[in-house]
């Protein structure tokens, strides 16, 4: 990858991360139960994403409007991973050291949204009462589901990732 676009990724990449943790600590410090609902997370999920596009978008700019498959992608992927790790590394912090119930509370949101759902779908009360012994047994804040949890979303962002770059792509003209 051309040298000139890294940093440009890794500066959204701090930007996005600085993004996502304003968004923590605001839904903490208004209300905690906001970082279990839907709406939430779907802002955040577009959030990531738009700031991959503007990445790619700024990448294909700095090599004068033109970009390959995989200069688009890294330059999207690098500025996802770096926000993050960011707000991984902050939602760890707090949740496991500053505020420790505050995860208890969310996990307890997440019950009450889960059943909610499920009794939506009519599912059986057998079956809801096993979801939920399960979901109380598990921190969702413990470093090694934080792990899985990073592999997951790049997982994710990783596939809206290849569309984002696939439609970035713009060969030079002599290269096609």
Do not use: R
């Amino acid at each position: 990858m051309e040298q000139s676009i890294k940093p440009n990724a890794v500066n959204y990449g701090l930007y996005l991360g600085g993004a996502m943790v304003l968004f923590t600590i605001i839904a903490y410090a208004v209300q905690i139960e906001l970082l279990a609902n839907l709406w939430y997370g779907l802002s955040i999920l577009l959030v990531v994403v738009v700031f991959g596009v503007i990445s790619a978008a700024k990448s294909k700019q700095i090599l004068g409007g033109f970009i390959s498959f995989k200069n688009s992608f890294t330059s999207y992927f690098i500025t996802v991973l770096i926000g993050l790790l960011i707000s991984l590394v902050v939602s760890y912090l707090l949740f496991n050291f500053i505020d420790p119930e505050a995860a208890e509370t969310l996990k307890n949101v997440t019950i009450e949204n889960q059943v909610k759902m499920m009794k939506g779908f009519n599912t059986p009360n057998d079956i809801i009462a096993e979801t939920v012994e399960v979901m109380e047994q598990q921190d969702n804040y413990s470093f090694i589901n934080i792990l899985k949890g990073l592999a997951g979303y790049i997982v994710m962002y990783s596939i809206i990732g290849l569309i984002v770059a696939a439609v970035m792509k713009k060969n030079t003209p002599d290269a096609q």
